[in-house]
Nanobody, 116 residues
């Protein structure tokens, strides 16, 4: 059983920074994608960033220039460095692991609130 645990969420002022972390347990393949989704109230879940071995990271358009995803394949962790945060970044952020062919494992989420 794959288990994902997120941490690092919190309250930050606009323009500030946060780093989210996710620790995965179970059998994790570096060939499979791992990353972050987010969901704001009343909106659909949105892919923020993903990464896998030997591939360039992918980002949502709104995160492209402000967020950086990284992954430690030895420790089975993935992090999301978020800079220049905006109120519209407010959401619950979910760590995910994609197990081929179409199975996603999810963490329970961590709340990120960007507000003055």
């Amino acid at each position: 059983q794959v288990q994902l645990v997120e941490s690092g969420g919190g309250l930050v002022q606009p323009g500030g920074s946060l780093t989210l972390s996710c620790v995965a347990s179970g059998i994790i393949s570096s060939l499979n994608r791992m990353g972050w989704y987010r969901q704001a109230p009343g909106k659909e879940r949105e892919l923020v960033a993903s990464i896998r071995r030997l591939e360039f990271p992918t980002y949502a358009e709104t995160a492209q220039d402000r967020f950086t995803i990284s992954r430690d394949y030895a420790k089975n962790t993935v992090s999301l460095q978020m800079n220049s945060l905006k109120p519209e970044d407010t959401a619950v952020y979910y760590c995910y692991y994609f197990d081929a062919p179409r199975i996603n494992y999810w963490g329970q989420g961590t709340q990120v609130t960007v507000s003055s």
